[in-house]
């Protein structure tokens, strides 16, 4: 299930808030690109990126959760508050491309399951930053994020499907077992749909 520009139909309207609020601006715009697994937020980055020549920056990057088990063992209020370390987030990556410097940091090494990879990441400063990722609008950043943007599939069906076809069947029955109540817990108690600034829906 590819997705493309035409895929958005909201996207003309983000774009031009986007350039709305950087008209006369000289500090970055924050762009918090927010949602379920599977809406279709990466490739909305990609596209603003392409558009407005910004930044992006991956909060998966900064995962915390820790091991299967620690993730496992914890309440689905304690996964939605430590899933990111928004500290470490905002210290290497948010704060120098905010004040209009290189930013680099180590991701969070997903292939052995702990610790940081041993390569950098780096991202060039520019007048527009995207955060793309799930829990990426949290209010412990609401300081720096200009643009909180939830984006949302147009069903719930559509978004699996498209979960389904990047991972597969086994992959996917264990990660909405290990994950859906997080990102229940957080757009139900933490982030509703309310709270955002505008929301996109992915066809």
């Given amino acids: 299930m590819q997705i493309t520009e035409s895929s958005y139909p909201g996207l003309r309207h983000l774009l031009d808030e986007i350039r709305w609020r950087m008209a006369g601006r000289v500090a970055p715009l924050l762009v918090a690109l927010d949602g379920r697994s599977g809406t279709g937020k990466s490739t909305l980055a990609a596209l603003l990126a392409a558009q407005l020549d910004a930044t992006v920056v991956e909060s998966d990057d900064f995962y915390a959760g820790g091991t299967d088990a620690e993730w496992d063992a914890r309440s689905p209020a304690e996964k939605a508050a430590l899933v990111i370390d928004w500290q470490r ?9 905010l004040a209009g410097r290189p930013a680099a940091w180590h991701p969070f090494d997903f292939q052995a399951g702990h610790g ?3 390569h950098t990441v780096t991202r060039d400063p520019a007048r527009v ?10 209010p412990e950043l609401a300081d720096l994020v200009d643009l909180a943007i939830l984006v949302e599939a147009a069903d719930d069906t559509a978004r699996r499907q498209r979960l389904l076809a990047r ?21 139900t108690h933490v982030r509703p749909r309310s709270s955002f600034d505008l929301v996109i829906t992915s066809t």
Avoid: C, N, T
Avoid at 89 to 97: C, G, K, S, T, W
Avoid at 167 to 187: I, K, N, Q, T
């Fill in 129 to 138: 930053i995207v955060l793309d990722g799930v829990y990426s609008a949290r």
């Fill in 116 to 118: 940081l990879a041993a």
């Fill in 89 to 97: 987030m905002q210290a290497e990556a948010l704060a120098p491309l």
């Fill in 167 to 187: 991972e597969g069947a086994p992959f996917m029955a264990a990660w909405h077992r290990r994950w859906d109540v997080a990102e229940d817990y957080y757009f």
